[in-house]
């Protein structure tokens, strides 16, 4: 869950105290609010009250505040919040391009495919110039997180939404038949060899034999003799 926002008006009336004055109490609340991990509908209400001019907005205490909020966003899977920072404190490419931003962009990525939206993850790819190897990386891990779980169907839809090589489906599915092989789920291992189209190459792997064998001892002394001679 995001932040609490810090009270804009609290801060202006400490501010005349302090004899500060009025924009720099803004800058300070809009960064201690960028810091606090602040909701990002609350940060755009507080930026929009200040009117706070481009070149306050480019300071680098804002900037580097504005991308280490977008650093959390992004790791916290709040996609659209870190997105929204991107676009309206106007970091520019080279912040973008930072080993920072780039290693927290990545690690949404891989997160949101593994786990939850395959849709933020593509977000993420496009807002942040991410390689397409990452991409079919990811997106291979999930396949097979998918494959292992005995959710073929889920596989074969990621299978269909995005044009991955067939070098990269075949080594998901591979890696979901040997685990399947070994936990004796015969049908789900079936399955995969046929929606996956298998090639006779992969069947005969050494990995994928000894996982079949293994699956056959544990059929037959479970008694299991007709899946066994599958």
């Excluded at 302090?18 to 960028?34: D, G, H, V, Y």
């Excluded at 909701?39 to 300071?59: G, R």
């Excluded at 962009?105 to 949101?112: F, R, S």
């Excluded at 080594?171 to 006779?200: M, P």
Aim: hydrophobic share 35%; charged share 35%.
């Amino acid at each position: 869950m995001e932040g609490e926002k810090y009270n804009l008006e609290e801060k202006l009336e400490k501010s005349s105290e302090l004899e500060k004055s009025p924009q720099e109490a803004a800058k300070e609340t809009m960064i201690a609010n960028l810091k606090n991990d602040t909701h990002i509908n609350d940060i755009l209400e507080i930026k929009e009250k200040l009117s706070l001019p481009e070149s306050i907005i480019q300071s680098p205490e804002i900037q580097e505040a504005a991308k280490e909020a977008m650093i959390t966003k992004l790791r916290n899977s709040y996609i659209d919040s870190a997105i929204k920072i991107k676009e309206q404190f106007s970091l520019p490419e080279s912040v973008m391009q930072s080993p920072e931003i780039q290693k927290a962009a990545e690690e949404g990525m891989i997160n949101e495919i593994k786990y939850r939206d395959i849709n933020d993850a593509l977000k993420i790819k496009e807002q942040f110039s991410l390689s397409e190897k990452i991409v079919q990386e990811a997106i291979k891990e999930r396949m097979i997180i998918k494959l292992k779980e005995g959710y073929i169907d889920d596989a074969l839809k990621i299978k269909e939404q995005f044009s991955l090589p067939k070098k990269i489906v075949q080594e998901a599915a591979k890696e979901g038949l040997i685990v399947n092989l070994k936990k004796d789920h015969i049908d789900d291992a079936l399955k995969i060899k046929e929606q996956f189209s298998l090639s006779e190459n992969v069947m005969q792997s050494p990995e994928v034999q000894v996982a079949a064998k293994e699956g056959m001892i544990n059929r037959l002394k479970d008694g299991d003799i007709d899946d066994a001679l599958k």
